[in-house]
């Protein structure tokens, strides 16, 4: 098992940068394959990114390609989730995830699916004024 802890959210304005991390304990980190998701106000969870065990492959939703990073560093335990060129549509409850699967070809299709990732951490706000 895996315990999940999401740190550097915060108030923004439209067009700035946050990086979030997400701290893991337990059981062997680079076990896992890692996700970010974010959940705003009356809306679904949402995919946002995800990053192989080794972090040598990566996957992005549409709406953030090109200005968000995922990146891991297996040695400290942790994801990030660099965010650039910030707007208001990116406010949301930003929260980390953990899958144990091993996605390959058409399989990977279910890598933004949220019911792939057994343990979540709490979450942490981002929130973009504009």
């Known amino acids: 098992q895996v315990q999940l802890v999401e740190s550097g959210g915060g108030l923004v304005q439209a067009g700035g940068s946050l990086r979030l991390s997400c701290a893991a304990s337990?059981?062997?980190?680079?076990?896992?394959?890692m996700g970010w998701f974010r959940q705003a106000p009356g809306k679904e969870r949402e995919f946002v990114a995800a990053?192989?065990?080794?972090?040598?492959?990566?996957y992005y939703a549409d709406s953030v390609k090109g200005r968000f990073t995922i990146s891991r560093d297996n040695a400290k335990n942790t994801v990030y989730l660099q965010m650039n060129s910030l707007n208001p549509e990116d406010t949301a409850v930003y929260s980390c995830?953990?899958?144990?699967?091993?996605?390959?070809?058409?399989?990977?299709?279910?890598?933004?699916?949220?019911?792939?990732?057994?343990?979540w951490g709490q979450g942490t706000q981002v929130t973009v004024s504009s």
């Open positions: 337990g059981r062997t980190f680079s076990s896992y394959f």
């Open positions: 990053i192989s065990r080794s972090g040598s492959i990566t």
């Open positions: 995830a953990a899958s144990l699967t091993y996605y390959s070809g058409s399989y990977s299709n279910r890598i933004p699916n949220p019911g792939e990732y057994a343990y």
